[in-house]
C-alpha cells in the first residue's frame, strides 16, 4: 500500500479525460465501463474481471491490448460522437447510460473543503449506495476511481471524492487514519442527504489503504455494510515485514533467510517510523553484513526494496514528505475490528505481494470465531489491486481482475449472496449464513 506513496515521490501523472469515459449498455444485456488513464489511452471493463486497454488508431477506431500487457486482443471499439453516447465494442452495439451524477462540496474534519459526487442508477426507486474510500493514491479519485460507475452501472449508487490534498479537495495530503475516517464519515452524510429518498443500505468500501479508514469511520457513523479489497488487518510496519517474508518464500528461501532479511526492513521501518531520526546506523549495518548474500536482490517488502538501494543523505532528502504525512506506523487495526458489528466482506488476494493476506486472514477468523459478522473471500491467482497476472520475466504484469470480485462487491452491497463467485474461498460468519 505504501508502494504507491513512495513511488508518487519518483513520479506523477497527468489526468488525461475523454468525453467517451462513462457506463455502456451492450445490446445483449451486459455492461461496460470506458475509463480514463494517465495518457491518452482508455481502459474498457467488464463486470466478469475481463479489462484492456484502448488507444485510439486509424478510421475512428480504438483497438484494444489484453489487461496491462502490450498484447493486441483483437476486441475493436467505435464510438459515434459524444452527443448520441453510442458504442461498438467487439462487434456488440451499445449507448451509454443515463445515469445521474450530482457533483458536490462539502465539509470535511476541521472545515476542509472536499469535493465529491454521487452516481446513481437511472430511475426513481431506492438503491443502496457505496461511498467509495480511496487507499494512498495521491490522485483525484473523482478522475480514476471506476467504481464509481461500476457500481451504479449494476444497480447500487456510489459516492466518491477527492481526498484532502489530492485532486479538487482541500487541505493537506495526510495517512492519519484518524482524521480520513473523519472526512469519511462526512461523505456518508453527504451521500444521505445527496440521495434523499432513494438512498436505501448505505456503506463503505475501502481499498488498500481505504481498510484501515473505512472501518474506523464506520464506529464513528452507522452505516449497513462495509467492503475491503485487499486491505489489512496488521499495521503498516507489519505489513512491510509480512511483504519482505512472503516474496523470499516466493524465492524459495527458508525462515533463517528472512530473519536476516528483517533486519534491514525493521532498520528502514525505524528510519520511517521515526521520523528520519533513527535507525540509519543499524541499516548500514546490516547492508554491510548481507549486500554480497544471494538473497539480498529478492528482499522487496512493502517499501523495502525502494528505499534499499538508497544512502541515507538520499533517504533523508527523499523521505522528507514522510515527516508532515503523519504515517500511523505502529496503527493497532484488531483494536477497531474487535468492537466492529457492522457485517464486513473482506476481498483478499491470495498472492498479494505488496499486502499479503496471511496475517490478516488468520485475525479475521479469529473475529469470525467470536461471531463477529465477517465474510473473507481469498482470490487464488490474485494480487494488490485484485488484478490476475502473468509472468514477463521476473515481473508480473496484470492481465484480468479476479473472476467474481465485482459480482461479490455488488451483491454485498445489495445484502444478497449468490455464490460461487470465481474461484474464491469464502468463509462466512460463524452466526449467519448470508450478508
Known amino acids: 500500500m505504501l508502494t504507491t506513496l513512495l513511488a508518487a515521490l519518483l513520479a506523477s501523472a497527468t489526468p488525461a479525460m475523454n468525453c467517451h469515459v462513462g457506463g455502456y449498455q451492450l445490446s445483449d444485456g451486459s455492461t461496460l465501463d470506458i475509463a480514463?488513464?494517465?495518457?491518452?489511452?482508455?481502459?474498457?471493463?467488464?463486470?466478469?474481471?475481463?479489462?484492456?486497454?484502448?488507444?485510439?488508431?486509424?478510421?475512428?477506431?480504438?483497438?484494444s491490448t489484453f489487461g496491462w500487457t502490450d498484447r493486441p486482443d483483437g476486441k475493436d471499439v467505435r464510438f459515434d460522437d459524444c452527443a448520441k453516447g453510442g458504442i461498438t465494442f467487439d462487434g456488440i452495439k451499445?449507448?451509454?447510460?443515463?445515469?445521474?451524477?450530482?457533483?458536490?462540496?462539502?465539509?470535511?474534519?476541521g472545515g476542509t473543503k472536499l469535493v465529491g459526487r454521487l452516481i446513481l442508477p437511472p430511475g426513481k426507486a431506492k438503491v443502496p449506495i457505496v461511498v467509495l474510500v480511496h487507499g494512498a493514491e495521491h490522485d483525484s479519485a473523482r478522475l480514476f476511481d471506476f467504481m464509481q460507475r461500476q457500481f451504479p452501472e449494476e444497480g447500487v449508487g456510489a459516492f466518491v471524492y477527492d481526498k484532502r490534498g489530492t485532486g479538487d479537495s482541500g487541505g493537506s495530503y495526510t495517512q492519519d487514519y484518524s482524521l480520513l475516517a473523519?472526512?469519511?464519515?462526512?461523505?456518508?452524510?453527504?451521500?444521505?442527504?445527496?440521495a434523499g429518498t432513494r438512498a436505501g443500505r448505505v456503506g463503505y468500501r475501502g481499498g488498500s489503504q481505504g481498510g484501515w479508514v473505512a472501518?474506523?469511520?464506520?464506529?464513528?457513523?452507522?452505516?449497513?455494510?462495509?467492503?475491503?479489497?485487499?486491505?489489512?488487518?496488521?499495521?503498516?510496519?507489519e505489513e512491510d515485514r509480512e511483504a519482505v517474508a512472503?516474496?523470499?518464500?516466493?524465492?524459495?528461501?527458508?525462515?533463517?533467510?528472512?530473519?536476516?532479511?528483517?533486519?534491514?526492513?525493521?532498520?528502514?521501518?525505524?528510519?520511517?517510523?521515526?521520523?528520519?531520526t533513527q535507525g540509519f546506523d543499524q541499516l548500514e549495518a546490516a547492508k554491510a553484513k548481507y549486500s554480497k548474500e544471494p538473497w539480498y536482490k529478492d528482499v522487496r517488502g512493502d517499501f523495502t526494496y525502494m528505499v534499499l538501494p538508497m544512502s541515507s543523505d538520499q533517504i533523508r532528502e527523499k523521505g522528507k514528505p514522510f515527516t508532515t504525512w503523519n504515517v500511523?506506523?505502529?496503527?493497532?487495526?484488531?483494536?477497531?475490528?474487535?468492537?466492529?458489528?457492522?457485517?464486513?466482506?473482506?476481498?483478499l488476494g491470495e498472492d498479494d505481494i505488496d499486502a499479503p493476506s496471511g496475517e490478516t486472514l488468520r485475525r479475521l477468523t479469529s473475529l469470525q470465531a467470536k461471531g463477529l459478522p465477517v465474510t473473507?473471500?481469498?482470490?487464488?491467482?490474485?494480487?494488490?489491486?485484485?488484478?490476475?497476472?502473468?509472468?514477463?520475466?521476473?515481473e508480473r504484469v496484470s492481465t484480468r481482475y479476479a473472476a467474481g470480485y465485482m459480482p461479490m462487491s455488488i451483491d454485498f452491497a445489495k445484502g444478497i449472496w449468490h455464490p460461487p463467485y470465481g474461484a474464491s474461498k469464502v468463509v462466512l460468519p460463524e452466526k449467519a449464513a448470508t450478508p
Do not use: C
Open 94 to 109: 451499445g449507448q451509454r447510460m443515463p445515469l445521474q451524477v450530482q457533483d458536490v462540496t462539502f465539509t470535511g474534519d
Open 36 to 63: 480514463p488513464t494517465d495518457s491518452d489511452a482508455l481502459r474498457w471493463r467488464r463486470i466478469d474481471g475481463s479489462t484492456g486497454k484502448l488507444v485510439h488508431g486509424a478510421n475512428d477506431t480504438w483497438t
Open 376 to 394: 473473507t473471500a481469498l482470490f487464488p491467482h490474485a494480487e494488490h489491486g485484485m488484478t490476475e497476472y502473468e509472468m514477463k520475466g521476473d
Open 182 to 194: 473523519n472526512d469519511a464519515v462526512a461523505a456518508v452524510a453527504e451521500a444521505r442527504k445527496l
Open 328 to 347: 500511523q506506523w505502529h496503527y493497532d487495526s484488531m483494536a477497531v475490528l474487535e468492537k466492529l458489528h457492522t457485517p464486513q466482506l473482506w476481498e
Open 215 to 237: 472501518p474506523l469511520a464506520a464506529t464513528r457513523t452507522k452505516v449497513d455494510f462495509i467492503i475491503i479489497g485487499y486491505g489489512l488487518a496488521i499495521s503498516p510496519l
Open 246 to 276: 512472503f516474496y523470499l518464500k516466493l524465492k524459495g528461501y527458508d525462515q533463517s533467510v528472512i530473519d536476516k532479511a528483517w533486519q534491514l526492513s525493521d532498520a528502514i521501518g525505524l528510519i520511517l517510523s521515526s521520523n528520519l
